[in-house]
Structure formats: C-alpha cells, structure tokens
C-alpha cells in the first residue's frame, strides 16, 4: 500500500538472467533534422542494454511494432521496447528536447510491466550527448523487474 492505494502484485516474481531478456529493435521518431545521430543513438543504446543485461538478446532491425511472435515462440520472459523521439522547441532555433521511451512487457500475459519516458534539452548537449542522459536515467530508475533480471 503507497499512498493509501492498494497496488497490484507485481508480476515480475522470480531470479532471472539476462538471458530472459528481448530488446527490440530503437524505435526511430526522429525528425530529418537529427536523422543522422540515430545510428550513434542506436549503437549506445545497444552497448547500455548490454552492459545492464548481460546475455540479453537484441533483437536485429525490422519490425518495431510486432515484437511478440519471437519472445513468444523463444521462450524470453520480458521485452523491452525502447524509442527515442523529438521535440523542437518553436521559440528557439535548433533546440530539442530528446525522449527515450522504454515500456517493458511480461511476454506471457503482454502485461505492461514498467514504463518510463525521459527528456533533456539540447541548450548545452548535443542531441547524442542528451539521449545517453536519457538512457542511463531510464535504466538508473528501473523498478522491480530489473532486479529480478540479475
């Protein structure tokens, strides 16, 4: 109880490894602008997986929005599913605030286990440079499951 509210049991029950993991491909909302840092903003976010999760599998680009049927068929236990996107600021040239999304989903019920979204402001950093504070905030804050995941 938080709050006086009941909250739910969690469903991320049980010691796991890396292993048990899916990480679809980074889901590009990118405008033209910043099209280029994407394949910067991919590979660290596959080395930030990596280092967090090791043994998780990182799932080969494709298809970001169908990430059930291999999970599934593999036997993974959660999925994550990470975007980055954008915010151009009207009132300033060439300033963005850079969003990295992440939801992670139980694979057997499709329950959404944990979401978190984390923005920065490109004032002082450069677009890459705000995306691995976004990240590294996400996976900073992560609840319960990831615990398990170790």
Not at 1 to 9: D, H, Q, S, T
């Given at each position: ?9 969690s469903v991320a029950t049980g010691y796991e490894s890396g292993q048990s993991v899916y990480i679809t491909p980074l889901k590009n909302s990118l405008p033209e602008a910043l099209a280029k840092e994407f394949w ?111």
């Open positions: 109880m938080v709050a006086g509210i009941k909250l739910p049991r910067y903003m991919r590979e660290v976010a596959w080395d930030e997986y990596r280092e967090r999760l090791p043994g998780c599998t990182i799932a080969k680009e494709g298809d970001v929005d169908d990430w059930r049927e291999i999970p599934i068929s593999s036997g993974y236990r959660w999925v994550v599913v990470p975007e980055v996107s954008v915010t151009q600021l009207k009132q300033e040239r060439n300033i963005y605030y850079i969003i990295v999304s992440q939801t992670v989903y139980e694979v057997a019920t499709g329950a959404i286990v944990e979401t978190a979204s984390f923005s920065t402001a490109t004032y002082n950093v450069t677009p890459l440079e705000a995306f691995i504070r976004d990240l590294k905030d996400i996976n900073n804050n992560q609840g319960a499951w990831i615990l398990k995941v170790k």
